[in-house]
């Protein structure tokens, strides 16, 4: 596990962390990682938490410190977690143009300006009208060509609702297969996401069934993210993941071939 990189985690430059830089780092170090990217939120929908309080240049200012501070002991990459919403294409495009960064992650958070896992969400909805407009946004994130690392793919299992039950991969299989078979055309790598594990689940985003499809579709890559919020969340899982990863046959991306997330 030395060389794993915990890819996805966020510091108080998002609005939802109350993890000082210093305090990844050191719990990285911790774990035994090998480096760390602090992905925070970039949102464009103002009906968002986080919309306007990303800081490039005080990031920026927090990273070229912790890399003079660490940087002898552990890789620290720049990047972002950016909403997609299909509306703020255009921004997001510019975003991405103007700001460099090693990582861009692409992740869907919120649906007609709702984030999906709000117990307000589902409330009038049928399973297929709250479900069915996460995937066509995640296809529409894919088509749109702004990303190669992919969030959280089945973030909405986290979905809550007595009327519908639990989360079933299976009766949605038809629309992530086409999510799935887009990401590998493209030549997108998903995320492995272990955050799932802290929300009752016993399997990471997304889960071992559409890893697998990921693999037999012609997957070879993943990344590793805790999507920490806290010193505390840093790495979590990732040991047993990592092993069922390799059971699996899919390949962890590591510091040497650290993947560069740009436009398409």
Excluded at 143 to 149: I, P, Q, V
Aim: charged share 25%; hydrophobic share 35%.
């Amino acid at each position: 596990m030395n060389r794993l990189f915990d890819c996805h985690m966020h510091s108080t430059h998002s609005c939802d962390s109350t993890a000082t830089f210093d305090g990844l780092c050191k719990e990285a170090l911790k774990q035994g990682l090998r480096g760390i990217c602090v992905t925070e939120h970039v949102d464009f929908d103002d009906a968002d938490p986080g919309y306007g309080y990303y800081d490039y240049y005080a990031y920026m200012e927090d990273v070229d410190r912790c890399r003079n501070k660490y940087g002898n002991k552990l890789l620290i990459k720049t990047g972002v977690e950016v909403t997609y919403q299909r509306q703020f294409e255009d921004d997001i495009r510019r975003f991405l143009s103007t700001y460099e960064f090693d990582y861009v992650l692409g992740s869907v958070h919120l649906i007609d300006h709702v984030f999906v896992l709000d117990p307000k969400y589902p409330q009038g909805k049928t399973k297929n009208e709250a479900y069915e407009p996460y995937w066509h946004e995640m296809l529409s994130m894919m088509e749109s060509g702004l990303f190669k690392r992919i969030g959280h793919l089945d973030y909405i299992k986290s979905l809550r609702s007595e009327e519908y039950g639990e989360f079933t991969v299976e009766e949605w299989m038809p629309r992530i297969t086409a999510i799935i078979e887009r990401i590998v055309e493209s030549g997108a790598i998903l995320e492995v996401n272990t955050s799932a594990l802290r929300k009752g689940h016993t399997e990471p985003y997304p889960g071992w069934a559409i890893l697998k499809l990921y693999k037999d579709l012609g997957g070879a890559y993943v990344v590793l993210g805790s999507d920490a919020h806290s010193p505390s969340q840093v790495g979590l899982g990732f040991r047993e993941v990592a092993a069922q990863l390799s059971q699996l046959g899919l390949a962890i991306c590591e510091d040497d071939m650290f993947p560069s997330s740009m436009i398409s």
